[in-house]
C-alpha cells in the first residue's frame, strides 16, 4: 500500500496488528492443530492479498494469545510472498538475549528477510505470577536494560568467544559469534517505548521506534499526542545525533470504519469496558497501563472511512510517522477483521495517503 507521489515525501507504509491466539486446540488421530493460529494465518494472507505492507502480532504469556510469536511467524513465511512480518512487541523481561538473537536470525531467514521484530520491557506489576515459569527478575529494569544492549550486540556481530577443540571445523581460538549472522536483521529491530528517554535511546542505539496507543502519564495534564509527539522527537533527535539519521517511526491506532448503525453496535461493544459510550469518538483516557503505571490512552474513533481517514491525518504524531498500523479490535471474528482491513485499505488508506504525501490539506 506504500505509493509515491511524483512530487512529494513517500507516503507512509499502512500495516495492522492483531492478537492470534493458540485456542481451539484439537486432536485427530495423529494429528493436533489450532483453529486460533489457522484463522491467524487466514488473516494474513488476507492482508497480503489487500495490499497491507506489514502485519505485527502481539504476545502474551500464560495466556490464550500467542506465546512464541516467531515460530508462528516463522510458518507464515512459508505461507506468504511479500507482506512484512513483525511483533508488536516481545516482553524482554522473559527473554534471554543469545537465545533470541538465534531465533530472530533463523525466523527471519525462513521469512525471506521480511521479519520485522519489536521487542520492549514487559510487565512489571505482576511479577510475582511469572516467576515460576520464567525466574526471578529482581530488577526488573536493568534486565530488560542488559538484554537489550546485548541483544543489540549480538545481532551486530560481537565475539563472544574463542573456539576450543571440541568446536568442529574450526581452529582453536577462531572468533565466535551468534549464529547465524543474517545481513539487515539488526536495522529492522525495533523498540517499543512510551516516554521520551526510552525512544532517545531507541534513537542513539539506531533502532527503530514503536509507538502504541498510550504513552505514560506524567502528571502535566498533557493530551496524549503531545505527550506521544515529544517522544517521537526524542527519538529523532538522538538517532540524528548518533548517527542514524531519522530513524523509522511506526505508530498504531485503533480507528475503526464503520459503514452502518449494527456495525457501530457491533465494534462498540468489543472496546475496553471503561472506554465504551455511545459515542461515535471515544474520547482520552486515563487509567492504568498493563504495567501498572498511570497513563493516557489515545482517543478511539468507530466512524464512517472519511471521518477515520480524517481523524488519522489531524493527529500530530501519525502525520510525522513513517509507518501507520491500524490495530483490530479484540474480538472480533476472522470475518470481522478481513472485513474491517478491506475497508481501511479501500475507503481509509487512500485519502489518508493522499493527505499525508502533500503535508496537509484535503483529498482532492
Known amino acids: 500500500m506504500t505509493a509515491r507521489t511524483p512530487d512529494l515525501r513517500e507516503a507512509p507504509r499502512i500495516g495492522f496488528v492483531a492478537q492470534i491466539e493458540h485456542t481451539g486446540i484439537r486432536s485427530l488421530g495423529r494429528s493436533v492443530t489450532s483453529g ?21 502480532v502481539r504476545t502474551r504469556h500464560l495466556q490464550d494469545t500467542l ?5 508462528f511467524l516463522a510458518a507464515l513465511g512459508r505461507r506468504t510472498a511479500r507482506i512484512e512480518l513483525g511483533t508488536a512487541v516481545i516482553p524482554l523481561r522473559f527473554e534471554n538475549a543469545g537465545r533470541l538473537a538465534e531465533d530472530l536470525a533463523t525466523a527471519d531467514l525462513l521469512t525471506g528477510g521480511r521479519l520485522r521484530p519489536g521487542v520492549s520491557s514487559g510487565y512489571s506489576a505482576h511479577e510475582a505470577m511469572y516467576t515460576r515459569a520464567f525466574g526471578a527478575v529482581p530488577e526488573r529494569a536493568e534486565h530488560v536494560d542488559r538484554v537489550l544492549h546485548d541483544l543489540v550486540a549480538l545481532l551486530d556481530g560481537e565475539i563472544v568467544a574463542g573456539a576450543d577443540s571440541h568446536v568442529e571445523e574450526l581452529a582453536a581460538g577462531s572468533p565466535l559469534r551468534l549464529q547465524p549472522q543474517v545481513p539487515g536483521l539488526r536495522d529492522r529491530l525495533a523498540y517499543g517505548a512510551a516516554d521520551p528517554r526510552r525512544a532517545a535511546r531507541a ?38 545525533e548518533a548517527g542514524h ?40 483516557h486515563r ?34 510517522a513513517d509507518e501507520i498500523v491500524l490495530v483490530l479490535p479484540l474480538g472480533a471474528s476472522l470475518r470481522e477483521q478481513q472485513d474491517l482491513l478491506r475497508t481501511f485499505g479501500a475507503l481509509v488508506v487512500p485519502p489518508l495517503q493522499m493527505v499525508l504525501s502533500r503535508g496537509g490539506g484535503e483529498p482532492s
Open 36 to 56: 486460533g493460529l489457522e484463522e491467524g494465518i487466514e488473516l494474513f494472507l488476507a492482508a497480503e492479498d489487500l495490499g497491507y505492507d506489514v502485519g505485527y
Open 245 to 284: 539519521g531519522e530513524g523509522h517511526v511506526m505508530v498504531s491506532r485503533q480507528m475503526i470504519p464503520v459503514r452502518s448503525d449494527a456495525e457501530l453496535e457491533r465494534y462498540l461493544t468489543l472496546l475496553p469496558r471503561e472506554r465504551a459510550t455511545e459515542a461515535r469518538i471515544v474520547g482520552e
Open 67 to 71: 506465546s512464541s510469536p516467531l515460530l
Open 203 to 240: 534513537g542513539r542505539l539506531g533502532l527503530r521506534l514503536q509507538l502504541a496507543t498510550m504513552a505514560p502519564d506524567d502528571g502535566s495534564g498533557r493530551p496524549f499526542a503531545a505527550l506521544q509527539l515529544e517522544a517521537l522527537e526524542a527519538y529523532r533527535s538522538a538517532s540524528r
Open 287 to 320: 487509567g492504568r497501563e498493563i504495567g501498572g503505571h498511570d497513563a493516557v490512552f489515545s482517543e478511539l474513533v468507530l466512524d464512517q472511512p472519511a471521518a477515520v481517514a480524517r481523524a488519522l491525518w489531524e493527529d500530530p504524531v501519525v502525520r510525522a
